[in-house]
């Protein structure tokens, strides 16, 4: 347990994601020495990564533009007819709801952040879904038909024009685990494996992990 908080956990200090949710939700590991990283897609345009380079997990560095927290967080509560909840850990603010989602034969997790208490802009959006029966070497098939739904339940509000399509496409292309390089297998047995993929969009940069068990996606906002 203490394993699959390290990944929401870690991201508090860079990001403003949040650890925990629902009693159902639970945070996803974090790689350890034997799961390499692979990222195999080169940001597209001159903008700044969003990878932190010490603990290699996405973060807002500034807001996304036009997109306000409290118009994600209703189109969540509208949607999913459940009520978002607040949190707030080491000065980040974040909202997280966790949902059934029976497509993908599990659960959707989601968080949008802010820098401050004073903010109305949101600099993150995570989207995770996660099938526990899978074990800890079992991988989601992302379909197309559940990866619009990620889309459109998750990241859906935050999105204008054309980028529901290209974080669909990108989402459906980037989510299966890389076949390269291969891991040695820990001494459990277990070859872990994360695959991650980023490319940059006009508003936002898009990220999409995957690993055993879960998939997840975060929107980061760029320097202003």
């Given amino acids: 347990m203490a394993k699959r908080k390290g990944l929401l956990l870690a991201a508090l200090t860079v990001t403003a994601l949040a650890a925990g949710c629902s009693p159902a939700a639970k945070p996803h590991p974090a790689p350890t020495a034997d799961a390499p990283v692979t990222r195999s897609t080169a940001p597209t345009g001159d903008a700044s990564p969003s990878i932190d380079p010490g603990g290699g997990l996405p973060y807002g560095q500034g807001p996304i533009p036009g997109v306000v927290t409290a118009a994600v967080v209703n189109a969540w509560s509208e949607r999913w007819h459940a009520t978002p909840t607040p949190y707030e850990q080491l000065g980040a603010h974040m909202t997280r709801l966790t949902v059934d989602f029976p497509v993908a034969h599990g659960q959707l997790y989601m968080v949008v952040g802010r820098p401050s208490a004073e903010s109305t802009a949101a600099n993150m959006?995570?989207?995770?879904?996660?099938d526990k029966s899978l074990g800890l070497n079992g991988y989601i098939t992302m379909?197309?038909?559940i990866a619009e739904q990620i889309v459109?339940?998750?990241?859906g509000p935050a999105l204008r024009g054309d980028e529901p399509k290209r974080v669909?496409?990108?989402?459906?292309?980037h989510a299966q685990p890389?076949?390269?390089?291969?891991?040695?297998p820990t001494s459990n047995g277990i070859?872990?494996?994360?695959?991650?993929?980023?490319?940059d969009l006009e508003r936002f940069q898009l990220?999409?992990?995957?690993m055993p068990?879960?998939?997840g996606m975060w929107l980061v906002g760029r320097k202003p």
Avoid: N
């Fill in 178 to 184: 890389d076949t390269t390089p291969s891991c040695a």
């Fill in 125 to 130: 959006i995570y989207c995770e879904v996660s």
């Fill in 143 to 145: 379909t197309r038909k």
């Fill in 207 to 210: 990220v999409v992990r995957t």
């Fill in 152 to 155: 459109a339940g998750c990241a």
């Fill in 213 to 215: 068990e879960y998939v």
């Fill in 191 to 199: 070859c872990p494996r994360m695959s991650d993929h980023r490319i």
């Fill in 168 to 173: 669909t496409d990108f989402l459906a292309g």
